[in-house]
């Protein structure tokens, strides 16, 4: 029995001091809380959809569901803090950006075509090149003009939902094509929702891009100190430069879930504010947003806690205006208990009480 | 000598698996300049920071002029009349030169800029500092830099100067103005604390020795008392092997006639202004390129390794024409480069030992091809061991391990891609005497392996040691090269002050 409990503390004492402790114990916090006011919150019953297909209802579907694209982007948000020490607020106008071209390549210029126009795998190609394009263009400003990333991506961050609007004549073109909306719903058959799955392939890409090439390694040593990798025959300019690119790719990803969830796209409200919660959910996973090492499934696990947290208190009938302020609370406790200071101070006093239970 | 103005007694203070100081006394009298030594990890710095407030101790007691104080922070040690200027420049370059001298001190919320910059202007024209009071920190140079801190220190009334390696990056006027304003000082009834790593400097300027060893006191000594070999002796613990001789325990490497050097450069030039220069190295040479600081020893190296950016000159390796435009070209080509510099562009400081001495082999082997973490740890240990760098593991960051160590993280780095021209630009600066010798003797054995090796260090006996060949430097020009019986202290002073190299 003493020797299970030693061996726990030594488990114990492993995971306070890795940085993934921080949104797993942000998870576990809001899963108690839950549980408490209302186990119904975990119940996940099999229903019938609207399309009479059998699905999975429940809280926990949704938050999986709904935290997809916030998870996607959370990947791309957390390469680029790494490399460049700054964040890319721009994300939310270039989902509006990829949504658009997306729609334009299904619907052609006609806004209410009878089937669709192009392949939607041609649309969604297009929309990676565009999101692509898109962080090219901030990485160029923020690598090779040396602009701080906020500033850079400031102006797709503006200019960026005009943009969206003009590729589509400010129409709102509407998909006619069930099948596009499979990406944003329920596939006939699988009663789980599709970007999960989506979610769960990127998370599989990105682990086995850290693994397969030293991606993790580069971003890390020019996010720390450029001027010693450049000595060591990196190119701290081309790294930023890729890490921009790739969250580019994470965004046309986003904003193919986001517009298959509607088939259409509203430019002004599409991924609104989604740029401050993947900046949310690198910051939750404890990552240093003045850059250098990363934990990229801190970052994800982070991404799904901002999503546990908004369903719970959509759940507690928090109306949507005033979301953003309990929300604003809540981050407000989770920021300050995963500070470096305040850790270190409830691990002292873990190291008091267990020294205690020793002596008694 | 003048009454005792600092008694520390039995200090004693615990770091998390290390006792840094136990039971160290230390007394500093009135006008006089005492040399605090010790190596590397020995407890100098902690000693010091004790002192000022940095950490507190655990035990002991500090008494100031027959008055126990206990002091808290550093604004309380500035208080009592207590100034440091610590090795790193602790200054905020953002900032101008009157803002860093002024910062901090005024008691009233307004502020008088043009007094500041009046009052600070007298004060470096006192010191002959050449610095300008709205001149912005940063853009002076590194040593003027250091010089302000001086006068920031010296200007605020103290009773106690600690100077905390405060040569380390200043060429040898330099070094003869602080010695200057430090007998000054002296004169005043200042008691100075000096701590370095140049045992020249010790004998030039201090009265006394206090000799720390492992976080304990070994002993406190007259300067006249102490010979150098026995300094180094209580440093190290230990009889120091001979280090004069280490340059015949390794034969040096036979050059063959008509052999095609390793790497040649002609009119070699790059944008940090040195003037065109050829150069060349053998299989198994070891040269190196002495002058002054700033005389662009440095700029020469880089512009070799690609480091700046060449505006003229070519370059071969092997005999055959290279182009060499960036450090990666010059990785590929079998060239490694250990940074003067070692925090700015050497570490990687977050990441862990493992990480950073892989990385420049793992850029060379391609982005695609990672090192397993198997092959990484086996790499990391194999080079652990062989350079004996002190870690705790190989996944410790690297920016927790001492100054020596880290240099030989670096050195790992770099050997670790089996160069066959290896430059190393000062590898021995703010590390202790035992590392030293072992990389002056690293480098002759590699040297004996066949490795072709350009040695920069700011000590020139140093350099005597290990070098068959000095390019000399003045004013980013190559003045002069010295071989056989002409590698001698005398001789590269005189072509350094420039005597028969007028006409060049």
Excluded at chain 1, 188 to 214: D, E, N, Q, R, Y
Excluded at chain 1, 343 to 358: D, M, V, Y
Excluded at chain 2, 225 to 239: F, Y
Excluded at chain 2, 262 to 271: G, Y
């Amino acid at each position: 029995m003493a020797n299970n409990k030693k061996s726990g503390s030594g488990i114990f004492g492993k995971l306070i001091h890795s940085q993934i402790i921080i949104p797993l114990a942000a998870l576990l916090l809001l899963i108690i809380f839950n549980l408490i006011c209302d186990p119904s919150f975990f119940v996940i019953t099999p229903k019938t959809n609207s399309a009479g297909n059998p699905v999975l209802s429940g809280y926990l579907i949704t938050i999986l569901d709904y935290g997809s694209e916030l998870a996607i982007l959370a990947i791309g948000m957390t390469l680029v803090t790494a490399a460049s020490g700054g964040q890319d607020i721009s994300v939310g106008a270039t989902i509006a950006i990829c949504g658009s071209a997306l729609l334009r390549v299904l619907c052609g210029a006609n806004s209410r075509p009878e089937t669709i126009q192009a392949p939607i795998i041609v649309g969604f190609l297009v929309a990676c090149v565009v999101g692509m394009i898109c962080g090219a263009f901030n990485g160029i400003l923020v690598a090779y003009f040396k602009i701080q990333p906020m500033v850079a991506t400031l102006i797709l961050f503006t200019a960026g939902r005009s943009i969206a609007a003009w590729i589509n004549n400010n129409e709102l073109p509407i998909v006619p094509d069930p099948t596009f909306a499979y990406f944003g719903g329920y596939i006939p058959g699988i009663p789980v929702p599709a970007p999960v799955f989506i979610a769960a392939l990127c998370m599989i890409v990105i682990f086995l891009v850290l693994k397969f090439t030293t991606l993790g390694l580069y971003t890390q040593a020019v996010g720390i100190n450029p001027s010693s990798s450049r000595l060591n025959g990196l190119n701290p300019e081309l790294v930023k430069f890729i890490s921009f690119v790739i969250l580019g790719l994470c965004v046309a990803v986003a904003a193919l879930i986001k517009t298959s969830r509607l088939s259409t796209i509203n430019y002004s409200v599409i991924a609104k504010d989604i740029e401050m919660d993947a900046i949310l959910a690198v910051a939750l996973g404890g990552n240093p947003l003045s850059g250098g090492k990363f934990n990229m499934w801190a970052s994800i696990i982070g991404a799904y806690v901002i999503q546990f947290l908004t369903t719970t208190l959509y759940k507690m009938k928090v109306s949507s205006d005033a979301l953003s302020a309990y929300k604003a609370i809540v981050v407000i406790v989770l920021v300050v208990f995963s500070a470096p200071t305040v850790r270190e101070w409830i691990s002292a006093q873990f190291k008091k009480l267990s020294a205690k239970k020793e002596v008694a | 000598m003048g009454k005792e103005v600092l008694k520390m007694r039995g200090i004693d203070k615990v770091f998390p698996g290390v006792h840094a100081l136990q039971n160290v006394d230390f007394t500093l009298c009135e006008g006089e300049i005492h040399a605090l030594m010790g190596e590397n990890g020995a407890g100098k710095s902690t000693l010091i920071k004790v002192l000022t407030g940095v950490y507190t101790k655990d035990e002991g007691e500090i008494i100031l002029n027959d008055n126990a104080v206990s002091i808290k922070s550093p604004q309380d040690a500035q208080n009592l009349g207590i100034s440091t200027v610590y090795q790193e420049i602790t200054l905020c370059p953002n900032l101008s030169v009157a803002e860093n001298m002024f910062i901090g001190r005024e008691h009233s919320t307004i502020r008088n800029w043009k007094k500041m910059n009046e009052d600070a202007g007298k004060i470096l024209n006192e010191l002959a500092i050449p610095a300008k009071p709205a001149q912005q920190l940063a853009s002076c140079s590194i040593a003027v830099q250091q010089m302000v801190a001086i006068a920031r220190a010296v200007d605020m009334d103290c009773k106690v100067l600690i100077l905390d390696e405060p040569t380390s990056s200043l060429d040898e006027q330099e070094v003869e103005k602080l010695f200057k304003l430090m007998r000054d000082l002296k004169a005043k009834g200042v008691g100075i604390i000096f701590v370095t790593h140049f045992l020249d400097q010790v004998y030039e300027v201090c009265d006394k020795i206090t000799v720390l060893r492992d976080g304990q006191l070994v002993g406190e000594y007259e300067i006249k008392d102490l010979p150098r070999v026995q300094l180094v002796s209580k440093m190290l613990g230990k009889e120091l092997d001979d280090m004069s001789d280490i340059k015949s325990e390794n034969a040096a490497y036979e050059k063959k006639a008509n052999e095609t050097p390793v790497f040649t450069a002609t009119n070699l030039s790059s944008t940090e202004a040195v003037y065109p220069f050829d150069f060349h190295i053998n299989k198994g040479e070891v040269n190196g390129f002495t002058g002054l600081l700033g005389s662009g020893r440095s700029e020469c190296v880089r512009a070799i390794f690609g480091a700046d950016r060449n505006l003229s000159g070519e370059k071969t390796k092997d005999g055959k024409q290279v182009k060499i435009s960036k450090p990666i070209d010059a990785m590929k080509k079998g060239i490694a480069y250990l940074p003067e510099d070692r925090k700015v562009d050497g570490i990687v400081g977050d990441l862990s030992v493992r990480e950073n001495i892989v990385l420049a082999y793992q850029v060379l082997k391609g982005a695609m091809h990672p090192f397993s973490k198997a092959e990484a740890y086996k790499f990391a240990d194999e080079y652990i061991k062989l350079l004996d760098i002190k870690t705790a593991s190989a996944d410790t960051p690297i920016k927790s391990l001492s100054g020596g160590n880290q240099q030989k993280v670096i050195l790992a780095r770099w050997l670790l891609t089996h160069p066959d021209y290896l430059i190393l630009d000062e590898p021995t600066r703010g590390i202790d005497v035992g590392t030293k010798v072992d990389i002056q003797k690293l480098v002759l054995k590699l040297a004996s392996e066949g490795m072709a090796i350009t040695f920069i260090s700011s000590e020139t006996d140093e350099m005597l040691r290990t070098c068959s060949r000095l390019i000399v430097m003045r004013d980013r020009h190559v003045v002069g090269e010295l071989t056989g019986d002409d590698l001698n202290q005398n001789k590269i002073m005189s072509t350094i002050a420039g005597g028969e190299s007028d006409g060049k």
